[in-house]
């Protein structure tokens, strides 16, 4: 019986979204932003897996640009999906790609200090038991906590944060603060911000002290539930296995999965090939692997991120080679985050749509939702969400 393996590589865009005039990093609207093509451009990039699945000809097609190192014939099927949904966050890339694009606008807090309402800051006061918080304003999660932290420390207020996405992060040391605290703390906001149409309220523990705080792995995200069902409720509900590997859980709320493997990315890569041999027959595997825009889109490294992109083309080749003749793999991204872009905000760019399985073939332009009625014709389980398979 067959099995799916879907592998989203967060942020990775190829340009091209018809509507990127209407998505902003500062005043400059994403119009021309390609991840893909300009990190090529910039800083060299080697992936010959990615591309031998059509890579380089699914960044042509999206945006009409051909990328430097990158334009080999292609031996999977290929194309280029477009997204529909108002956001280009990391909640409506995968709630889309699942089946279900977001029927509403999302809501963001404004870039000013105090970027907060002042009736939630009261609230987040009087659930963490302090006085009042730190930050309050847009920021990097590591730049807030270098600057914030031995404020932390000294008294206890934990360190609060936003940007250009729908999300509340809160951070606050695992050991001072404590960890549980801040779960709790977390958790019992999230329905004041789901109501407010705020995607996620994220836990952002770190460690360490002052010119010395790092991030842990033990982040977690509460984030708002999907609407309708997606393709891992269907899944589920046909008897199969669903297996989230990264931070899927958070992302569906762990809505219709069965196995949930989470860690570092080394860590990731290997759960998912611990699952190639593990993973039931008829299952499907819904991996988000290798955060590039937390560690260099929003960054803007560009060199960081090729570099991090040939790791990851290696991982994926190894990966291939453990496939059952009748597995289907599918890679794509959530949205975009171009390194060489203005401003810190992820990009609005479609995203490519790479197949191992279903032989050489080019898929065209594709609809996100696509991804998910494809999982479900390849798995033969009945579907009644959006999209149309492209098998």
Excluded at 157 to 171: E, R
Aim: glycine share 12%; hydrophobic share 40%.
């Amino acid at each position: 019986m067959p099995r799916v393996f879907l592998i989203v590589i967060d942020s990775v865009g190829i340009g091209g979204a018809p509507d990127a005039d209407q998505f902003f990093n500062g005043d400059l609207p994403d119009t021309g932003a390609n991840t893909l093509a300009h990190i090529a451009s910039d800083a060299g990039l080697h992936v010959p897996v990615m591309d031998g699945l059509g890579l380089g000809a699914a960044v042509t097609l999206a945006s009409g640009i051909t990328a430097p190192g990158l334009g080999a014939a292609p031996t999977g099927a290929w194309g280029a999906a477009t997204e529909v949904s108002p956001g280009k966050d990391t909640p409506s890339g995968h709630w889309e790609l699942a089946g279900v694009p977001v029927p509403w606008d999302w809501h963001v807090f404004p870039d000013e200090t105090p970027a907060f309402p002042a009736a939630l800051t009261a609230e987040i006061c009087a659930k963490a038991g302090t006085e009042g918080i730190l930050g309050n304003r847009h920021s990097s999660g590591t730049v807030v906590i270098d600057e914030e932290g031995a404020a932390h420390l000294r008294s206890g207020w934990p360190i609060c944060y936003t940007s250009a996405d729908s999300v509340l992060q809160i951070a606050a040391h695992e050991e001072a603060f404590g960890l549980g605290r801040l779960l709790t703390l977390c958790k019992e906001l999230a329905p004041t911000l789901h109501a407010m149409k705020v995607g996620r309220v994220i836990a952002r523990p770190f460690v360490g002290e002052a010119g010395n705080f790092t991030r842990t792995a033990n982040r977690k995200d509460y984030a708002i539930a999907t609407p309708a069902p997606t393709i891992c409720d269907y899944v589920q509900k046909a008897g199969r296995t669903v297996y989230a590997v990264g931070k899927i859980g958070d992302i569906f709320s762990m809505r219709g999965i069965d196995d949930l493997r989470k860690g570092s990315d080394a860590a990731l890569m290997g759960h998912l090939n611990d699952l190639a041999t593990e993973a039931a027959d008829g299952s499907f595997v819904f991996a988000n692997l290798v955060e590039f825009d937390s560690l260099y889109g929003h960054r803007r490294d560009p060199v960081g991120y090729g570099r991090h992109l040939e790791w990851f083309d290696a991982a994926l080749g190894s990966f291939l080679t453990q496939m059952k003749d009748d597995d289907l793999v599918i890679v794509t991204a959530d949205h975009g985050n171009d390194p060489t872009w203005a401003g810190t905000d992820h990009t609005r760019e479609r995203v490519p749509v790479l197949v191992h399985g279903v032989g050489s073939r080019a898929l065209g332009h594709l609809a996100f939702t696509d991804v998910a009625a494809s999982v479900a014709d390849h798995l033969n389980v009945p579907y009644a969400g959006q999209g149309k398979s492209f098998l």
